[in-house]
């Protein structure tokens, strides 16, 4: 067994260690054969030279994320020891920020999968972002489509989601049709005022310059200059998937966003999106990127219900 000293410059030894020790907690349960013994600006670590080597290696990355974000939480911990490495150092670059949010909040990727989004956007005119539920699909969608509108690339944003609680039968809600729309709508608002100062984003709704509506009011449409989101569209069904992708107009944007494991459609009819993405997987300008159960950006017992969620269907499925 090996020993070696590592000194912890500029003050960051009690960020990286976490309140409480968390993060050293996640970092211990993350390299099980390394002990790790903690004394002033020093950290002793004692295992065998292979397993140290890669222990530095990954702190240097844990301190160089510090640095740039001013905080270190034990799910980042955890991000970064389990991602590639290469896609971790495109990661921890200052340079893809997305967009400067409200109040100047920076807006860029949180794990090496949202990147891929971002790059992916880029390049094609079409993009299937599919993933669990936390992994930031719509989020990093509407980050994009904004960024879009504020360098003048697109003259609106148009976010639609299939309002299938209701079977696009809103007439019971109470209320004009904005407040029976609301509901099914929010997680894009909650998204949009985190991006725009509220005041501004209710002159761009009010000017149709962001548009907010359900995948029925699509129809008939020739969606030109402007950047669109689809959400929730694993509750398509395959003439509504393919109603919204024939919409798509001169310079448009496409994004496609959903759960393939969360689908609300009744019946027994097979998702729009699982449908279009074996169909359109291998036209160029169509691109489809995956996220996982490690790309969960929310709260971190939501990747322990994916988890668990993940481990009975195996089971049912084996049954």
């Known amino acids: 067994m090996s020993e070696r000293t590592l000194e912890i410059i500029g003050g960051n030894l009690p960020e990286l260690l976490g309140y409480n020790n968390e993060n050293l907690k996640a970092i211990k349960s993350l390299f099980p054969k390394v002990k790790i013994v903690s004394r002033g600006n020093l950290l002793k670590i004692y295992g065998e030279p292979e397993i140290l080597d890669e222990f530095e290696r990954k702190l240097n990355l844990f301190l160089e994320y510090l640095d740039i974000h001013n905080k270190l939480t034990p799910e980042i911990i955890e991000r970064i020891v389990l991602s590639d490495e290469k896609d971790l150092k495109n990661f921890l670059s200052t340079d893809d920020i997305v967009v400067h949010g409200v109040e100047g909040r920076l807006i860029k990727p949180r794990t090496p999968n949202q990147?891929?989004?971002?790059?992916?956007?880029?390049?094609?005119?079409?993009?299937?972002?599919?993933?669990?539920?936390?992994?930031?699909?719509?989020?990093?969608?509407?980050?994009?489509?904004?960024?879009?509108?504020?360098n003048k690339e697109v003259k609106r944003i148009i976010l639609t989601r299939p309002a299938v609680e209701a079977g696009e039968n809103l007439g019971f809600l109470p209320g004009d049709m904005k407040e029976k729309l609301d509901p099914y709508m929010q997680p894009l608002y909650d998204a949009l005022f985190d991006m725009i100062p509220a005041s501004k984003l209710h002159d761009f709704i009010e000017r149709n310059i962001i548009q907010i509506a359900p995948l029925a009011f699509m129809r008939g449409r020739t969606l030109d200059n402007a950047f669109v989101i689809l959400d929730?569209?694993?509750?398509?069904?395959?003439?509504?998937?393919?109603?919204?992708?024939?919409?798509?107009?001169?310079?448009?944007?496409?994004?496609?966003?959903?759960?393939?494991?969360?689908?609300?459609?009744?019946?027994?009819?097979?998702?729009?999106?699982?449908?279009?993405?074996?169909?359109l997987k291998n036209i160029p300008g169509v691109d489809i990127i995956r996220l996982q159960d490690t790309d969960v950006v929310r709260h971190p017992l939501v990747k322990k219900i994916i988890e668990v969620y993940k481990q009975q269907e195996n089971q049912n499925k084996k049954q």
């Open 115 to 150: 990147l891929k989004i971002v790059q992916s956007v880029a390049k094609n005119d079409m993009v299937f972002v599919i993933g669990p539920a936390g992994t930031g699909k719509t989020y990093i969608s509407v980050a994009l489509a904004v960024r879009a509108l504020k």
């Open 232 to 279: 929730e569209a694993q509750n398509t069904t395959r003439n509504q998937m393919k109603m919204f992708l024939t919409r798509m107009g001169i310079n448009a944007k496409f994004i496609i966003t959903g759960d393939p494991s969360q689908v609300d459609l009744k019946g027994n009819g097979r998702s729009g999106l699982a449908d279009a993405i074996s169909l």
